[in-house]
């Protein structure tokens, strides 16, 4: 398995094969496509940002208050969410939605009552169907039994995401997390019995003093017991956090550059052999139980943005004119500007073409599936192989990093492990 810190001198190439030739006759073949449906699918996001402690290498929009006004709470998620569906023209019903997601903050620790009235909301307002996606998000300390989960299943929930980050204690403790191992293993069992093969669970690497042999003993504990969905992150040290405070003061050393390339190789492997596709940098799944909120969001599909903190991007009803939403992020500030304004949006940009060319080919290198050329024209104007560096395209190709096929331009898994550098050679 090639190494991702030899990679990244492919990406620096003195000269190019003329192969760009034949890709240059092969854009005019994508050179079509039609203007996007109006009824495309869009997703919706509803933030809820409250934890009951902050982990130490969070920098989410997040808060810890002991005295949560959940029905005041409730309330302004329910104001801005019909106020924006009617703003950005979704309550017509022609758009069906592709996905819920609740995420936070944790939003296991909110009533179900939350969960209920935005549903309520989203069916008598749009078109939720039996095919949509209802994810929320949970820890194991707030997942405290198998009838809460049944309960929130009888709502709609049909997808659960788990924040296990780990099954050692000395991580957790490190990381900050308020549960333990045997707590974590519950509610990942519970989650399973109420949501089979809809269970998702993230696991995070890279700590302290961890060791290959510790990673790779942690994985093959996972795979005994994981569902069909995992998410694999790299420790990152955010400014702002207590993890960033300690590394700066030298209180803390994460792994080096090379053993961090040793553990995510190690991942793809070990992963692979249990029956586990690498769907996307940090994703993986078996069965086809991908994620379908966060792959709408990487072939840029519209989401809505609700509650404090909050972002969405969303076209306008006529012009499809795309637009980058960001709300209040404090939730005192946000719930009294839904009650006197209908909603906690405080800014609103137009995003230019070429951003969304940019967005669209970052996003697409980070997963196997890559950028379907018909959908880049349908939503650029302009074919992607027009748009890309074709020296670099040509080169990449024949490097073992991209593959071209009629349909779409994807990373090899080589490439996809160098994903970001690939996306900036790649620019015109």
């Known amino acids: 398995m090639t190494r991702l810190r030899t990679l990244t001198p492919l990406l620096r190439p003195a000269s190019f094969p003329t192969s760009a030739k034949a890709l240059a006759t ?5 050179n079509k496509g039609v203007v996007a449906p109006d009824k495309e699918p869009f997703s919706v996001y509803i933030h809820w940002p409250y934890c009951s402690s902050k982990c130490t290498y969070c920098n989410f929009n997040k808060y810890v208050d002991p005295n949560v006004d959940n029905e005041r709470m409730e309330r302004a998620l329910v104001t801005e969410l019909k106020s924006e569906l009617v703003h950005w023209g979704l309550d017509q019903g022609n758009r069906p939605i592709r996905s819920v997601y609740f995420g936070g903050g944790t939003p296991s620790l909110a009533r179900p009552r939350m969960f209920k009235l935005v549903l309520d909301t989203l069916s008598s307002m749009c078109a939720l ?5 209802i994810s929320m998000e949970g820890n194991p300390s707030s997942t405290t039994s198998i009838e809460a989960l049944k309960a929130l299943r009888d709502i709609g929930i049909n997808r659960y995401s788990l924040g ?13 997390r308020d549960h333990t191992p045997s707590t974590a293993l519950k509610s990942l069992l519970d989650a399973r019995t109420v949501w089979p093969g809809k269970v998702s669970m ?5 700590h302290a003093g961890q060791t290959l042999d510790d990673w790779i003993k942690e994985l093959r504990f996972t795979m005994d017991i994981v569902d069909d969905h995992l998410s694999l992150y790299q420790l990152t040290v955010e400014p702002g ?25 190690a991942t793809i492997q070990l992963t692979r052999e249990v029956g586990f596709e690498h769907y996307e940098v940090s994703n993986f799944a078996r069965n086809k139980a991908y994620s379908m909120h966060n792959s709408g969001h990487w072939i840029g599909i519209d989401y809505l943005g609700i509650g404090p903190g909050a972002h969405g991007r969303v076209s306008h009803p006529h012009t499809r004119q795309k637009f980058r939403t960001f709300n209040v992020r404090d939730p005192a500030g946000w719930m009294r500007e839904c009650e006197e304004q209908g909603t906690g949006r405080r800014k609103t940009d137009a995003i230019e073409l070429e951003d969304s060319k940019r967005e669209l080919l970052v996003l697409g290198m980070r997963t196997r599936r890559g950028i379907d050329l018909d959908r880049f024209y349908q939503l650029t104007g302009q074919g992607l192989l027009e748009f890309l560096n074709k020296d670099a395209t040509a080169w990449c190709i024949d490097a073992g990093l991209l593959q071209l096929s009629a349909a779409s331009l994807s990373p090899t898994e080589r490439g996809m492990a160098v994903a970001d550098e690939l996306s900036v050679r790649l620019l015109p």
Do not use: N
């Open 26 to 30: 092969s854009t005019a073949l994508f």
């Open 202 to 206: 993230d696991l995070i690497m890279g």
């Open 241 to 265: 956090t207590a993890l960033h405070t300690d590394v700066k003061q030298g209180k803390m050393t994460l792994p080096d550059g090379d053993l961090s390339t040793d553990m995510y190789e």
């Open 129 to 133: 169907t039996k095919d949509t996606e």
């Open 164 to 176: 296990i980050q780990s099954f050692q204690e000395h991580i957790l403790t490190e990381l900050g």
